[in-house]
Antibody, heavy 119, light 107 residues
Framework: EVQLVESGGGLVQPGGSLRLSCSASGFTFSGYIMYWVRQAPGKGLEYISSISINGGSTYYADSVKGRSFISRDNSRNTLYLQMSSLRVEDTAVYYC????????????WGQGTLVIVSS | EIVMTQSPATLSVSPGERATLSCRASQSISSNLAWYQQKPGQAPRLLIYDVSTRATGIPARFSGSGSGTEFTLTISSLQSEDFAVYYCQQSNNWPYTFGQGTKLEIK
């Protein structure tokens, strides 16, 4: 059974930093592109970052570019998102998402971890 | 960035009836269109990708159609568990983007 378990969320002050982690199991983690998708409270969904299977290619949404860094450790089956210079508008549930083999969509999602940026 | 626009924002339908949800892209996205369902407090669930391919385990009452910039999700006979928010998503260009969602509610 595929499982994605995010951690690392919490309350952080504006300008602060946070590292989110996603522990993957039930599939060959090293064989899949992974994403981070976020959802602000009561709002829609936003892809914020993507990483290739070996970590050599990464993509970011403009909203987080220059402030976030996606990485992965295939030996630990873990995906990361390092976020810095956090803003109030970064408050959201952050989902770790596995890419479907056949298309650039998310076929498995974690339960999400809530990041609250507030003073 | 490709803007995805869904309509209507809210759709009220009775159980057993058909629901038709629309999604429009600001430019052509070929067949790179997916649909997700999200219930309160849950992560989104993939329903359909590549316009009309149902994801694993998705019932046949869910179907997708369209091409280019206009797409439709049809639920042929609504069950109680289908009342949720539905999002379309394009994967033609990064950043992949979602529509704002259509809330399907019980009439």
């Amino acid at each position: 059974e595929v499982q994605l378990v995010e951690s690392g969320g919490g309350l952080v002050q504006p300008g602060g930093s946070l590292r989110l982690s996603c522990s993957a199991s039930g599939f060959t983690f090293s064989g899949y592109i992974m994403y981070w998708v976020r959802q602000a409270p009561g709002k829609g969904l936003e892809y914020i970052s993507s990483i290739s299977i070996n970590g050599g290619s990464t993509y970011y949404a403009d909203s987080v570019k220059g402030r976030s860094f996606i990485s992965r450790d295939n030996s630990r089956n873990t995906l990361y998102l390092q976020m810095s210079s956090l803003r109030v508008e970064d408050t959201a549930v952050y989902y770790c998402v596995k890419r479907l083999t056949a298309a650039s969509v998310g076929d498995y999602w974690g339960q999400g971890t809530l990041v609250i940026v507030s003073s | 960035e490709i803007v995805m626009t869904q309509s209507p924002a809210t759709l009220s339908v009775s159980p057993g009836e058909r629901a038709t949800l629309s999604c429009r892209a600001s430019q052509s996205i070929s067949s790179n269109l997916a649909w997700y369902q999200q219930k309160p407090g849950q992560a989104p669930r993939l329903l359909i990708y590549d316009v009309s391919t149902r994801a694993t385990g998705i019932p046949a009452r869910f179907s997708g159609s369209g091409s280019g910039t206009e797409f439709t999700l049809t639920i042929s006979s609504l069950q109680s568990e289908d009342f949720a928010v539905y999002y379309c998503q394009q994967s033609n260009n990064w950043p992949y983007t979602f529509g704002q969602g259509t809330k399907l509610e019980i009439k």
